[in-house]
């Protein structure tokens, strides 16, 4: 098979896995649908408890925060037991390791929670946040930064390996501290600390992928300004510029201001003028190419750290189609056959298909039939929506809507002109007419088979050398033709610019 061979047709069955994450400003509770590729969260829920707060000045975290924290971690244990996790992993971090009191809480937080608790090292931390990132963008080249409430963790990854990194001690609340809530102060800080930082060169050129709650929040402000049409964080990228101007304009706003402005969570208004700031001259400093989102960090990477090597190898992308596949298609095998059939018809149509074009070809395939329970008149908006906005991971967003368009113009028609049109401008016209001519093989596809197995690996679509769209369909299925199939088989070599064929036998 295209995807892979010796697929679990049957739907997947939930295995909770859950992640605790207890950082210097959120405590964090994420529950998974299990240990695999591509999971997706069941429960998500944090407290901004601010552990980190004080500890750069005064060494040890404060009692109020402490408690917080305990209630939240007896909660989160409760939450555990109903929805029935079979493994918890739980990490602390920057503040944890470094407070005074950071032993006695661990005990502490251990009881209230039920089980182990590693006390992640810098390095360890670091490592997890790249392990994360790459989890959901494979083929990420650049430096990751993951920026928690006490420390920046800064990685560089590329080629699928993880390289240099470094822990520097720039989280929003420690600059709190540093700088007695002075930005000026704290913005000396900073610019020290990245020009004594060799990893900051390594960025000249490359992305910047940037991890944690503050930055994902002037990344929602960033669509918002911008009347972005696709509200999915994981994957958006801002050019250099954009995110400069962003940042700034965040880091000179009081705590007052953002707690009014809607997008921004209330809870972060104090801590998120420091982020901004140090984003702003990370940029200025290293001439990176872009800033990426990514939605996926140290609690992703730990579970990612967790898989056998097998399943680390295994494509995100695919891996999340294939689970929507085995939940909403009718015939999971049917779109492993759609998928294969559409390697011949491009392999003797000679189309110039890149290997990503190839993957996203394989993910329409996997996908094109998960609208079929809605009414008629809304398969195409809903499969449109479903894709979209999906959490899956492991594409960037153009090409997260080449793939819906593709299932959309597969219920809609091939020609159809009433795709929402500010989608339509996050793809160029070579992706546009790619996924017009692959929902036209989906439409032909669907006739001949019923989305029903077994049908075509027996059927021939292929473009002969005299520029004509031939399919060949066995003796023993003859009765399958007639003017539907005929139809659409004309509608495909029209859009391919060829002759249509059909013959028998």
Not at 281 to 301: C, T
Request: glycine share 8%; aromatic share 6%; net charge positive.
């Amino acid at each position: 098979m295209s995807v892979e061979k010796g697929l679990d047709v049957r739907p997947p069955r939930h295995k909770p896995v859950a992640v605790v994450d207890i950082g210097s400003n959120s405590v964090r509770l994420v529950v998974y649908d299990g240990l695999r590729r591509s999971p997706t969260p069941l429960f998500n829920e944090k407290l901004l408890c601010g552990l980190g707060k004080g500890v750069a000045t005064t060494g040890y975290m404060s009692d109020q925060a402490v408690a917080r924290a305990l209630s939240s971690l007896r909660r989160f244990r409760a939450l555990c037991r109903q929805l029935g996790t079979e493994q918890i992993f739980a990490v602390a971090t920057a503040a944890a390791r470094e407070a005074k009191n950071g032993p006695g809480f661990v005990a502490r937080a251990e009881k209230a929670l039920g089980i182990r608790i590693d006390v992640l090292s810098g390095k360890q931390e670091a490592k997890f946040a790249a392990l994360g990132v790459m989890a959901g963008i494979p083929d990420a080249d650049g430096v990751v930064g993951d920026l928690g409430g006490g420390s920046l963790e800064l990685i560089d990854v590329r080629g699928g390996e993880i390289r240099d990194g470094v822990t520097l001690p720039l989280g929003p609340l420690r600059l709190i501290d540093l700088s007695a809530g002075s930005m000026k102060e704290a913005r000396k800080i900073v610019d020290e600390a990245f020009l004594s930082t060799r990893l900051i060169e390594n960025l000249r050129g490359r992305e910047f992928y940037a991890v944690g709650g503050t930055w994902r929040n002037l990344g929602r402000l960033h669509m918002e300004q911008n009347r972005y049409p696709l509200h999915v964080l994981h994957q958006y990228r801002m050019n250099p510029e954009a995110a400069r101007s962003v940042a700034e304009l965040v880091s000179g706003l009081s705590p007052a201001s953002l707690k009014d402005i809607r997008l921004v969570s209330r809870s972060r208004a104090d801590t998120l003028p420091y982020g901004a700031m140090v984003l702003e001259r990370l940029l200025h400093h290293s001439r990176a190419k872009g800033v990426v989102l990514s939605v996926l960090g140290v609690r992703e990477g730990l579970l990612f750290s967790k898989l056998k090597p097998s399943k680390q190898k295994r494509d995100v992308l695919l891996s999340a189609c294939w689970d929507l596949t085995r939940r909403y298609a009718r015939s999971p095998q049917h779109e492993l056959e759609l998928s294969d059939w559409t390697d011949t018809l491009f392999a003797s149509a000679g189309f110039k298909e890149t290997l990503p074009e190839r993957r996203l070809r394989h993910a329409a395939c996997l996908l094109a039939d998960i609208g079929w329970r809605a009414h008629p008149d809304y398969r195409g908006s809903r499969s449109l929506t479903i894709i979209s906005q999906a959490a899956f991971v492991g594409v960037d967003h153009p090409g997260r809507v080449f793939l819906a368009l593709a299932v959309f113009f597969r219920y809609e028609g091939s020609d159809a002109d009433n795709a929402p049109r500010d989608l339509l401008r996050l793809v160029d016209d070579d992706s546009l007419y790619r996924a017009r001519v692959i929902s036209a093989v989906m439409r032909l596809a669907y006739v001949l088979s019923a989305a029903m197995p077994g049908l075509l690996p027996k059927i021939d679509l292929v473009q002969t050398t005299g520029k004509t769209l031939l399919l060949k369909v066995p003796k023993k299925h003859a009765a399958l033709m007639g003017e539907r199939v005929e139809k659409r088989l004309a509608e495909l070599a029209d859009l391919m610019g060829l002759a249509a064929s059909a013959v028998i036998g």
